[in-house]
């Protein structure tokens, strides 16, 4: 057996044999001339000359070996519907979906935008377009017209495919008017939006525009779409992710790389095999759904299952019951999940049977002690934590018990994942932190291994300046968080080192929930900082400055704006960008040079010592957020 640090080791010194290894886990249409051209750093091209598909190396290269076999399990707690799809079933549907996004004319480097609850008809979209070399960017069906608008801005789609409705705890949420409202907002209007018509909510059409899916698909039935060979280079997706500005940012990904990339990591981290099932609990709207709900799955021969649902209902023995059922042996959620579970009976758990389940990855968010006791113990399985990022698209710190089992420890996501070369560095020096338990930056030194982002969408000054010119006198990848290596390499995160946050998984730019919030007409200025809370990781509070102080002079007053304010996030965000409280306060504590002090009001909210405030401005700015945290 290979020993994991020489494995990791021979990652970094000798690249191109060890992808070259990597790169045999997929088929290429054409072989590649150059594993990475790294000539004009940071900008990475992995695999040159290379082509590939990434539908071909998901779904069609499969149907020699597998063609009956489980490839897309569908179950929906929402409606109550449960479909599975072999990998025939399969390549004949994104067939169908392929064919009618060329009739609505989309062509190879078009981007189609996707905006759909977890249904399959969103994962025929996905990979009907990676089939065409069309390049999807798939918006989480949670955000509302605001955001949606905002990206549609960015991303310039073609074509936009969309659904009447989703569903969330049996309440109907319709996408449709969400849809049509984000369209009038943004400047560029798509050619034509295709709608996958659930029955669950009236949908108006536009004439000329809207296509309704099941009429289109009626007509290529019999649909033979052939793979678009694409450079290895070709952009497979762009994913739009929140940062330290309010504008977010396109994470644009390749093809063969992230082929390669995912293939290797489902055999040396995650250990799923062709033939069995994958579960992944996350939404195709997020990177874990693109990587470990859709692709890597698929490219493994595995049987990938897509739920729509909440955890708890009809109750929390619902997952479990999935994995007896369909013989789940890898499973992935995040540890909000997990605390939301530990509050219902763990005989949820244990009435049934989990014999098929290898190991549950969490990821998404710090794995807390107790969290992932109760789980280990509850499942009776190893649970093993990874850490990663959007931009990295698969992990970065992780145990890769494909290539050498190793012991995870509680609160670490484990060591460097091969092909990153992590350094942990001082934030004002930039220089390399060397030992044990040294607080820094956690960096990486490129090139960024296969699989990783390639740019921002559009803004390669953009992806440079954000990602690769923080730390001073070096050109490294920073993850803006903190963390510490311990003697054996094993990582610990501390928390982000720029204004983002992160509610029960999901990243949050408080930039943007503030943007949001100084568009409504009484608010003159706004801070928003991210808390802990016990199930969700964290939460955004917000503190507002009122043009007109007296509007929140009463209770009932500052009551009925708080629910004003909370309204207008839902309307331009969506309601997961939400913060948990709005107060109100006549000043926000700021340097004397006028720049705000989130990391006082934070830890102020969490009852910390807000540290040296000798430059602060009014010092009765900090005590009113104090107060405030009384208030019921
Ligand atoms: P996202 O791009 O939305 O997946 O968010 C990535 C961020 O989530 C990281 O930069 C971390 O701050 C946090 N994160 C993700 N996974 C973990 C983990 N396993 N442990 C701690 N933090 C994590």
Redesign the pocket.
Known sequence: MTRYADFHQRSITDREGFWTEQAALVDWHRPFNQVCDYSQPPMARWFVGGEINLCHNAVDRHLAARADQNALIWVSTETDEERVYSFRELHAEVQRMAAVLNELGVRKGDRVLIYMPMIPEAAFAMLACVRIGAIHSVVFGGFASGSLANRIDDAVPRVIVSADAGSRGGKVIPYKPLLDEAIRLAEHKPSRVLIVDRGLAPASRVEGRDEDYATCRQRHLDAQVPCTWVDATHPSYTLY??GTTGKPKGVQRDTGGYAVALAASMKHIYQGNAGETYFSTSDIG???GHSYIIYGPLIAGMATLMYEGLPVRPDAGIWWQLVEKYKVTVMFTAPTAVRVLKKHDPAHLTAHDLSSLRSLF??????DEPTARWIADAIGKPVI???????TGWPI?SIANGVEPAAGKFGS?GMAMYGYDVKLLDENTGAELTGANQKGVIAIEGPLPPGCMQTVWRDDARFVNTYWKTVPGRLVYS???WGVRDEEGYYY?L??TDD?I?VA???LGTREIEEAISGHAAVAEVAVVGVADAVKGQVALAFVVLKDPALAGTKEGAAGLEADVMKTVDQQLGSLARPARVRFVTALPKTRSGKLLRRAIQAVCERRDPGDLTTMEDPTALQQIRDQLDVA
């Open positions: 992710t929140s997020w990177v874990v969490l990821a998404g968010e710090p794995l934590d990874n850490y990663w990022q959007t931009e710190l996501p993850t803006f968080d995160i928390g982000r983002v992160n998984g999901h990243r």
